[in-house]
């Protein structure tokens, strides 16, 4: 007799999950700069529904126009910093457990999708709209992925249900039937109140043992 499975599909999110979080790479910048830890975060939390990063990963903005808004944005907090040099180091190294995990997921009959808000430039990286470069590392991970779901082509960025649910309406499937992962706890609990089973990553380690005990397969290393 065969038990029917609870889950059929895991949804990824893709900067902070099968990437490092872009944080770090902020973090990073900041230290360099002389401005205070987290300085892009508390920007980028300010007016979290219109400011330049929320407008610029729904597309309604070029990479001008954010360059510009941000470093309004950043002076209104006390520091000079210019969005351009935020996006120069976006990109997130990739994570190669999450990617070997991608493969075993599919290995097994679980449907595996991405949902990731990006920004409509650059190359694929870690908030960084996709390639069209096939031979691309990054592109090769998106490959693997039934369906992606954009925030810069979709016009909808998480944490706002619409995006999930459009994800859902992909798949073919009820939220309840799927399971989300996301390093953002503001977009785990819009998937979570959906009905989905949110898991919150705080490193690639913990993603894959919380993944596997719900699923009951051995996806750490």
Same mark, same amino acid.
């Given at each position: ?14 900067? #902070? $999950? *099968?990437? %490092? %979080? ?18 892009? +975060?508390?920007? @980028? %939390?300010?007016?979290? /529904?219109? @400011? ?5 990963? +729904?597309? &309604? ?19 000079? =910093? ?17 990617? %070997?995990?991608? /493969? ?13 808000? @990006?920004?409509?430039? #650059?190359?694929? #990286? ?5 390639? &069209? ?7 090769? *991970?998106?490959? +693997?992925?039934?369906?992606? *779901? ?22 073919? =499937? ?10 953002? #706890?503001? @977009? ?10 949110? *898991? ?11 993944? !596997?005990? $719900?699923? !009951? ?5």
């Amino acid at each position: 007799m065969v038990t029917e499975r609870a889950f059929a599909a895991v949804i990824f999110d893709f900067g #902070g $999950v *099968i990437t %490092s %979080s872009p944080f770090e790479a902020f973090n990073r910048l900041e230290a360099e700069r002389g401005l205070p830890q987290d300085f892009v +975060r508390r920007v @980028n %939390s300010a007016n979290p /529904d219109d @400011n330049a990063w929320a407008r610029f990963e +729904r597309a &309604e903005i070029d990479a001008a126009a954010f360059d510009a808004q941000f470093a309004a944005e950043a002076r209104a907090q006390g520091h000079e =910093l210019a969005g351009a040099d935020v996006l120069a180091v976006l990109a997130g190294a990739v994570r190669p457990a999450m990617v %070997s995990a991608l /493969d075993r997921l599919k290995a097994a009959g679980y449907r595996i999708a991405c949902i990731t808000n @990006n920004v409509p430039t #650059g190359h694929g #990286g870690a908030g960084l709209a996709r390639s &069209e470069d096939r031979s691309d590392a990054l592109e090769q *991970i998106f490959a +693997r992925f039934e369906h992606v *779901i954009e925030s810069s082509k979709a016009g909808v960025r998480k944490p706002d249900p619409r995006i999930y649910l459009m994800m859902c309406e992909k798949l073919g =499937l009820e939220p309840a039937a799927c399971i989300y992962l996301d390093d953002l #706890g503001v @977009n785990c609990k819009p998937a979570a109140q959906l009905g989905m089973h949110a *898991i919150k990553v705080t490193s690639g380690e913990q993603a894959l043992t919380d993944l !596997g005990a $719900v699923l !009951g397969m051995a996806l750490a290393a």
